[in-house]
């Protein structure tokens, strides 16, 4: 079956830094693209980062600008590096999956992983 697993939540202090991964598996990644969502409670569900399978576009939030950086790995591990972290960035992270192959709109992507909460203190 297909799977993502996101891991590398915890907690971290304001300005530190953290890194999330996601492995997937049951199919190909190669051709997908993938993205970052995150929730906080008691708001929606947002866009954070993504990539297109080729790795060569790789849109961000206004929010995390300069900050986060989503990188992939052979198409089965994506990483979401978190610098200069913020209160704000509290919420669940959850990698998704789009065989679109490049970003797009929350509803093209296919897989869901379970989330993985990081938690900034401040």
């Known amino acids: 079956q297909v799977q993502l697993i996101e891991s590398g939540g915890g907690l971290v202090q304001a300005g530190g830094s953290l890194r999330l991964s996601c492995a997937a598996s049951g199919l190909s990644f190669s051709t997908y693209a993938m993205g970052w969502f995150r929730q906080a409670p008691g708001k929606e569900r947002e866009f954070v980062a993504a990539i297109s399978w080729s790795g060569s576009i790789t849109p961000y939030a206004d929010s995390v600008k300069g900050r986060f950086t989503i990188s992939r790995d052979h198409a089965k591990v994506v990483y979401l590096q978190m610098n200069n972290v913020k209160p704000d960035d509290t919420a669940v992270y959850y990698c998704?999956?789009?065989?679109?192959?490049?970003?797009?709109?929350?509803?093209?992507?296919?897989?869901w992983g379970q989330g993985t909460q990081v938690t900034v203190s401040s």
């Open positions: 998704a999956a789009t065989s679109w192959g490049v970003p797009g709109p929350m509803s093209r992507y296919e897989y």
